[in-house]
């Protein structure tokens, strides 16, 4: 439970910045190299290498360097496991949610 714990931990640390949020949803249409990652951000290359390597610790990217060119993409089996986590505590809540409902309904029938 620890190691998922520190799993979800660096991985929702890594997606809270915007830019790493959007390298992540540019990576979701398939591998890019940093260069073409860093065409809609106004920063300089070595400012995005900072956010992919944050991306990379967490999990969620992995890069491969052929020759000159550093190829991003994305981790599937990372944001399944933010995912599966994120969908648990939707349920559990849309659960009680059903039971406020049924409760309020109960109530106004004893009215």
Avoid: Y
């Avoid at 648990?88 to 809540?93: F, K």
């Amino acid at each position: 439970m620890a190691k998922f714990s520190t799993d979800l931990d660096e991985a929702f640390s890594a997606l809270a910045d915007p830019t790493r949020r959007a390298i992540v949803s540019r990576l979701c249409e398939g591998p890019k190299s940093v260069t073409e990652l860093s065409e809609p951000f106004e920063m300089a290359l070595p400012s995005l290498l900072k956010h992919v390597r944050i991306l990379e610790q967490s999990g969620l990217v992995s890069t491969e360097k052929i020759g000159r060119v550093r190829t991003c993409k994305i981790e599937a089996n990372a944001l399944h496991a933010t995912k599966a986590w994120i969908s648990q505590h939707i349920e559990a809540w849309e659960d009680r949610l059903d039971r406020m409902e049924a409760h309020i309904e109960r109530m106004k029938g004893e009215k």
